[in-house]
Every structure is written in C-alpha cells, then in structure tokens.
C-alpha cells in the first residue's frame, strides 16, 4: 500500500473550516508536511510539524499530529475560494520526502 | 520562502529527441537537489537525489542512462530525457534543500509532452 494516505477530495463552503487529514507509516520520520499545488503550478510549502510537536498553528493554519496513530491533519480556519487546491502531506525518509496523492479542496462561494 | 526556477515550463519535443531541463535555487545554495515526476491525479514520484559534485542517486525502477542528471554547481541541477517516447509525458518537478535539514521547496515544474 501506498506509504501515506489521503483522502482524494474535500469541499467546503467559503467561511468554514476545512480539515484535511493525512496518515503516514514511517514512525522515524522526523519532518512532517503540507504542500500546497495550484492548477498547472509546483508545489508551495504551507507549514510543517517537527515530530515530537503535537501542535502548530500558523495564522489561519493549525497542523495536528497524533505520532501514536501516525496522523496528521491540516486545518484552515475561515476557508477562502483562493484557498482551492490540491493538499499534499508529506513525511521525510532520511533526506527525501514521500508524498500522499494529495486532497483537492474544493472552497465553493 | 527561498525561491525555486525551471525551464522551461513547458516543452513539446518528438520521440527519439532528448530534453534538458534546468532547475535553480535563485537565492541560496542548494546542497541538495531532488527530481521528482507527477502523473496526472497521482502523487510526486521520487525519481533522484542529487548532492553537488557527485553523481545522483536514483529511486528503484527509474532508469538512470534515460534520465542523466546533473549537479555541476550549488545553484543549478539538469534533468536531461534522452531518447525520449510518448510514454516519458508528464509533469516533472525539481526541489531544492538549502542549510536546513527539513525545509524543501520546489520549482513551478516542467511541463514535458513527447509527440
């Protein structure tokens, strides 16, 4: 199976919060991430999480990591359409980083 | 964030021809270069590191005389296609690792169609 896993898509109304959850399998990772890609686009580091960390807020972005269960979520306070693209968590192993297939988020007005 | 180009962004070539493509860290040094593919609705493929001066590493399965990469500088890294096919279209991105252990950013990516 896949190393880490998404689900494929999200839609939320602009204003809401949105959730975007991610499991991963290597429990040595160190690094844990969020990519953001746009339409046609490379990928933009949004945040990332230091494994011993179990919080991380930044501005309207707070990443969440339960390492027992080898989750990490991404949440977006008071979503915006701008805010519409596909979410790629990521874990390190050693120096390269293993990709999930990423989460569409669709922010509807 | 530290900045990431490509080019070309995009690329039209016939089969049998080989491609170049360019991937620089604009304003740091990056130690460490990664090339990676993307299919359509599918992850980023992991297809070799490279440190500068030596040569790449490459993931299982992804052919190393078909995609010569090089690391001649602390700035820039090549990907070439050589030999291309139809079947060799896609997205390729480069990413780059400066001083820091944990922060990668990437380039916009390649767009590569093979006719």
């Known amino acids: 199976g896949e190393d880490v896993e998404q689900s494929l898509f999200l839609s939320v109304r602009e204003g809401d919060s949105s959730v975007i959850n991610c499991t991963y399998t290597?429990?040595?990772?160190?690094?844990l991430y969020w990519y953001k890609q746009e339409p046609g686009a490379g990928l933009q580091l949004l945040t990332y999480?230091?494994?011993?960390?179990d919080m991380k807020q930044d501005q309207r972005l707070t990443v969440l990591l339960n390492k027992k269960d080898k989750h990490l979520s991404l949440r977006i306070a008071d979503t915006q359409t701008g805010d519409s693209a596909i979410y790629f968590c990521a874990e390190n192993q050693g120096t390269a980083l293993i990709f999930g297939k990423g989460t569409t988020l669709s922010v509807s007005s | 964030g530290a900045v990431v180009s490509q080019h070309p962004s995009r690329v039209i070539c016939k089969s049998g021809t080989s491609v170049k493509i360019e991937c620089r860290s604009l304003d740091f040094q990056a130690t460490t270069m990664f090339w990676y593919r993307q299919f359509p609705k599918k992850s980023l493929m992991l297809m070799a590191t490279?440190?500068?001066?030596?040569?790449?590493?490459?993931e299982q399965g992804v052919e190393k005389d078909k995609f010569l990469i090089n690391h001649a500088s602390l700035t820039l890294s090549t990907l070439t296609v050589t030999s291309a096919h139809p079947e060799d279209s896609s997205f390729y991105i480069c990413s780059a690792r400066g001083g820091t252990n944990y922060e990668q950013y990437f380039g916009p990516g390649t767009r590569l169609t093979v006719t």
């Open positions: 999480i230091f494994s011993n960390m």
């Open positions: 490279s440190n500068e001066g030596s040569k790449a590493t490459y």
């Open positions: 290597d429990s040595s990772s160190t690094y």
